[in-house]
């Protein structure tokens, strides 16, 4: 397996200065991909600072091993999915962190590699996992769902408006032996919604519901945002980066709606130009951060926080995914 990890790292300094990583504290990097935040927040955190860096995809966990290797017994990088951070952190000895990066979504390299099956550049087989060992593949997904299912994946994971007919579409593909490889799923989606005309490929908006789905990215992100309150310890900053509105607008809400949390972006930050300019993967980055208020005023705080909804009605503009 190579360790070649071609990914540059979004909206680092952003991170760094969020967290404020100091000697001494033992951090979390939840999406390890090649050890870019990971690095950042060893460096910053200098001479004794440790990162607890996590992947679900193991290539990625031999990459940020090899990156993080220099910093020796200060990184330790594990193979895991981030819903299991609170006990990922029990088995390293631990039980919170003094700050915690997570930068949502696939890496480069998981995109650009073929036989990884998130791309329909080329040729790949229908799989779309990030741990190609375990799971569901986009295949077997596909070889389940029924029409109104699919549909529902699409529209909701990839927002595509037409997403009834793109799924009819598929399943024909499907049910004809016509559904091998990638291009193959991007030729069912394009006879219905026809050729490119702007920047963005019609295939996409599909292509990145399906991979939510296979992932199931979003209950991956729901439970971490649940455990954030357990996991930070007092005055820790948790910084997530994003990269859809489905993920911004579910940090957004989980930061506004958790009394224990305080946010720290009113609007989320976002790459410059420059950045953008060296990483076109960075133009849609969105990193929101939040503190841990102090656990002494928790009590106090989840009673604000019930007279408040009592107070706002039964609708209490709470937010509902
Ligand atoms: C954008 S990359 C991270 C890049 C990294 N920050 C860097 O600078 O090199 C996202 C990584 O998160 C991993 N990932 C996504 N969802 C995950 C989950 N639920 N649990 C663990 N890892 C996850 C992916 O496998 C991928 O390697």
């Keep these: 397996m190579s360790t070649d990890f071609a990914h540059i790292t979004v909206l680092c300094r952003e991170a760094i200065e969020a967290i404020a990583p100091h000697a001494g504290g033992f951090y979390a990097d939840a999406t390890a991909g090649g050890g870019g935040h990971s690095a950042a927040v060893l460096e910053a955190s200098a001479p004794d600072g440790r990162v607890l860096a ?136 394009v006879r219905v919604l026809g050729p490119r005309r702007g920047r963005i490929d019609p295939a996409t908006r599909s292509f990145q519901g399906l991979r939510i789905a296979v992932n199931r990215e979003l209950d991956q992100l729901d439970a971490l945002l649940a455990a954030l309150p357990e996991l930070l310890s007092d005055e820790a900053v948790a910084a997530i980066i994003s990269f859809h509105s489905l993920e911004d607008r579910r940090v957004k809400w989980a930061f506004r709606e958790e009394p224990r949390l305080a946010p720290l972006t009113k609007r989320p930050q976002m790459a410059g130009e420059a950045e953008c300019a060296e990483n076109p993967r960075a133009r849609s980055a969105k990193l929101r951060a939040a503190r841990r208020l102090p656990r002494a005023r928790d009590e106090e705080l989840a009673a604000q926080a019930a007279q408040a909804a009592q107070s706002a009605g039964p609708a209490g503009g709470r937010w509902r995914p």
């Excluded at 631990?94 to 099956?117: F, I, K």
């Design 54 to 189: 996590i992947d679900r995809d193991p290539r990625a966990v031999q990459a940020a091993r090899a990156r993080l290797e220099p910093y020796g017994a200060r990184a330790l990088v594990v193979h895991g999915e981030f819903s299991d951070l609170p006990v990922l952190l029990r088995e390293a000895g631990a039980s919170t962190v003094d700050g915690l990066v997570a930068d949502l979504g696939v890496s480069s390299p998981q995109l650009d590699a073929a036989e990884r099956g998130f791309s329909f550049a080329a040729a790949g087989p229908l799989d779309m996992r990030m741990d190609s060992e375990h799971g569901e593949s986009l295949a077997e997904l596909l070889e389940r769902v029924d029409e109104a299912e699919l549909a529902d994946i699409l529209h909701d994971y990839g927002e595509e408006r037409r997403a009834r007919a793109v799924a009819r579409s598929i399943l024909r593909a499907r049910d004809r032996g016509e559904l091998s490889d990638t291009t193959d799923l991007r030729r069912a989606i």
